[in-house]
């Protein structure tokens, strides 16, 4: 459970970042970009327990879709000791991101076909040039 919420952390992480870089983005209610108000709410949920246990110090998330910042919040500190709130525009030094960054990429790239549900994705690996993995996609 902690190493899982430490990697969203981490790729909520970058992706603030990336997008704090970008262009202002429009603001869009949740269901207007096919997002749940609902689930988001469990989203925040689990944020603040991680934040409320003292395992993440602070988190911001950013969630944009179609263009579209549908979700923006903060939780817990940006500076405990200090007691400074963390706030959506805090600056992060970010470590070893790689491993969420790639993920993220592959999540998103086109090597995932809708038509037939599994396809091969190429990991680069020194060890084993020609290892692949698969991805299954759902359909519920």
Known sequence: MNRLIRSIAGCILAGAALVSHAAVL???????????SQRLARLDATMQKAVDSGELPGVVILIAREGRLAYAKSFGWQDREKKI??????????????????????????SVSPS?????????????????????????
Do not use: C
């Open 85 to 110: 709130p963390m706030r959506n525009d805090s600056i992060f030094r970010i470590y070893s991101m790689t491993k969420p960054i790639v993920s993220v990429a592959a999540m998103t790239s086109d």
């Open 26 to 36: 429009p603001e869009a209610k949740p269901e207007d970009v096919g997002l749940s």
């Open 116 to 140: 037939n549900g599994v396809r091969p994705v190429s990991i680069a690996n020194r060890t084993q040039p020609n290892a692949q993995m698969s991805v299954r996609l759902s359909t519920s």
